[in-house]
């Protein structure tokens, strides 16, 4: 398996067409899937998640309300559980 190349996740959100872009890496982009009339995801050529386009995002998917929690493995855990 090759490394993941590391890049920030950026999020676009477009009000003049109510559109959220979601770009979780810089790879090109091999190909678009339709998730549903609204949700589209775009792939590298190793079926890797690139982008997410999320059309009428306010209803959506709640924007512009966003929040962002990193949950960090517990380190030191006890023996036995």
């Given at each position: ?52 386009t999320i059309e009428h995002a306010r209803e ?22």
């Amino acid at each position: 398996m090759r490394p993941q190349r590391r890049s920030e996740t950026k999020i676009k959100y477009f009000s003049d067409t109510d559109t959220a872009l979601v770009e979780f890496s810089d790879r090109s982009i091999a190909e678009t899937k339709e998730i549903n009339e609204n949700i589209y995801i775009d792939l590298d050529r190793c079926g890797n998640l690139v982008a997410m386009t999320i059309e009428h995002a306010r209803e959506q998917a709640s924007l512009p309300f966003l929040s962002y929690e990193q949950i960090e493995e517990k380190i030191g855990r006890e023996v036995g559980k």
